[in-house]
T-cell receptor, first 110, second 116 residues
Framework: KNQVEQSPQSLIILEGKNCTLQ??????????LRWYKQDTGRGPVSLTI?????NTKSNGRYTATLDADTKQSSLHITASQLSDSASYIC?????????FGKGTMLLVSP | DTEVTQTPKHLVMGMTNKKSLKCEQH?????MYWYKQKAKKPPELMFV???????INESVPSRFSPECPNSSLLNLHLHALQPEDSALYLC???????????????FGPGTRLTVL
């Protein structure tokens, strides 16, 4: 069964600090790994998409890594801002559907 | 324009009502999706339309009826819903939705549905 596990479930950090969110997936066949940011009550917004041949991809202060051998991905946020407070969802794509993780709820505190 | 719009933003309906959710995109995308999201849970795929034809129906009850009138519009018709159907309903679109595709799914802001 395809699964995506994210950790931690929730995280509180001080503004300006860095943090790293983790994602483990078991999706077969595997096509690509996506990270989304979802503000409360809003639709998810795509941050990065990586295929199995890509190890890292950046989008501003967001940097995602992918290890297709260990089936692990991480999302690193640098110099956090209050607006980074949101749910971060890891999504593993097979050949026909997406498998969503439950998300990590990040709160950036002033 | 990289926007997916959804109307209404909020909807309250009784179990005997008939209502429709609307979704629109003008990015030339040929794949459109309906998701249901309960609080603090990830989105759950309901339907996928590819080139205006229903390609995936994730065993959704018949009280939810999707419709794709053209390549820019996607509707979700609701009838005889239950209180447990209350959720955020998200629409998304992507370029082609082909197998193994890496094209980004763009999500709309969602419709917050409450069934009384």
């Amino acid at each position: 069964k395809n699964q995506v596990e994210q950790s931690p479930q929730s995280l509180i950090i001080l503004e300006g600090k860095n943090c790293t969110l983790q994602c483990n997936y078991t999706v077969s066949p595997f096509s690509n790994l996506r990270w989304y940011k979802q503000d409360t009550g809003r639709g998810p917004v795509s941050l990065t998409i990586m295929t199995f041949s890509e190890n890292t991809k950046s989008n501003g202060r967001y940097t995602a890594t992918l290890d297709a051998d260990t089936k692990q991905s991480s999302l690193h946020i640098t110099a956090s801002q209050l607006s980074d407070s949101a749910s971060y969802i890891c999504v593993a794509s097979g050949y026909s559907t997406l498998t969503f993780g439950k998300g990590t709820m990040l709160l950036v505190s002033p | 324009d990289t926007e997916v719009t959804q109307t209404p933003k909020h909807l309250v309906m009784g179990m005997t009502n008939k209502k429709s959710l609307k979704c629109e995109q003008h990015m030339g995308h040929r794949a459109m999706y309906w998701y249901k999201q309960k609080a603090k849970k990830p989105p759950e795929l309901m339907f996928v339309y590819s080139y205006e034809k229903l390609s995936i129906n994730e065993s959704v009850p018949s009280r939810f009826s999707p419709e794709c009138p053209n390549s820019s519009l996607l509707n979700l018709h609701l009838h005889a819903l239950q209180p447990e159907d209350s959720a955020l309903y998200l629409c998304a679109s992507s370029q082609v939705g082909q197998e193994g595709s890496t094209d980004t799914q763009y999500f709309g802001p969602g419709t917050r549905l409450t069934v009384l």
